[in-house]
């Protein structure tokens, strides 16, 4: 079955510390994206990338970095200087990269990240 | 920024009744999306409404869109208590390629 995966479901962070939450998917998209969700409210772009080696930033990519180096994979590094790194973390692709605007986005199962 | 606000924020209703989500936004739009998001899980995409439509279907699903006041809602008929869950609106504005921006989101809880 195609789809996202996200892994670890679970993760936390000490203090200083920089973590990798992954995301790959095997649906072939060109598009995808990464969110940030707090309690009880929307999604919040952090980046997105449209096709391999390239990303833009999001609404609130401070203290985060990604790279697309392969189709299939867009990881996320939540950096030291992400102070208030707990939320939930989803990622998602589309079809059709730049032009896919009038497609779903597919979204993974998140990664939940807490701070020890 | 979230250019989304559904009303209402939560809503409580019994197994049978019709459920009314409504979304407003503020930028001319490409499409507007709805998605659902059961709790702890990834959001799942219901339905997509272009801007040049005005009413759209699926199963128990209803969406209309209205341009000139910026806004949409969601119906679900005849609910289930396996309807509970967060819905989303998402718009694609004219100027984003593929970008979705979120509302805040509707907790709809069907009970028994």
């Known amino acids: 079955d195609g789809g996202i995966t996200q892994s670890p479901k679970y993760l936390f962070r000490k203090e200083g510390q920089n973590v990798t939450l992954s995301c790959e998917q095997n649906?072939?998209?060109?598009?995808m994206y990464w969110y940030r969700q707090d309690p009880g409210q929307g999604l919040r772009l952090i980046y997105y990338s449209q096709i391999v080696n390239d990303f833009q930033k999001g609404d609130i990519a401070e203290g985060y970095s990604v790279s697309r180096e392969k189709k299939e994979s867009f990881p996320l590094t939540v950096t030291s200087a992400q102070k208030n790194p707990t939320a939930f973390y989803l990622c998602?692709?589309?079809?059709?990269?730049?032009?896919?605007?009038?497609?779903?986005?597919?979204f993974g199962d998140g990664t939940r990240l807490s701070i020890l | 920024s979230q250019q989304g606000e559904e009303d209402p924020q939560a809503l409580s209703i019994q197994e049978g009744e019709n459920a009314t989500m409504n979304c407003s936004y503020k930028?001319?739009?490409?499409?507007l999306q709805w998605y659902r998001q059961n709790s702890g899980r990834g959001l799942v995409h219901l339905i997509l409404i272009r801007s040049n439509e005005r009413e759209k279907h699926s199963g128990r699903l209803r969406v209309t869109l209205d341009t000139s006041k910026k806004s949409s809602s969601l119906l679900i008929t005849a609910s289930r208590a396996a309807d509970t869950a967060s819905y989303f609106c998402a718009t694609v504005s004219q100027t984003s390629g593929s970008r979705l921006t979120f509302g805040e989101g509707t907790q709809l809880t069907v009970n028994p």
């Open positions: 930028t001319s739009i490409n499409n």
């Open positions: 649906l072939n998209h060109d598009a």
């Open positions: 998602a692709s589309i079809r059709g990269g730049l032009y896919g605007g009038n497609q779903p986005q597919h």
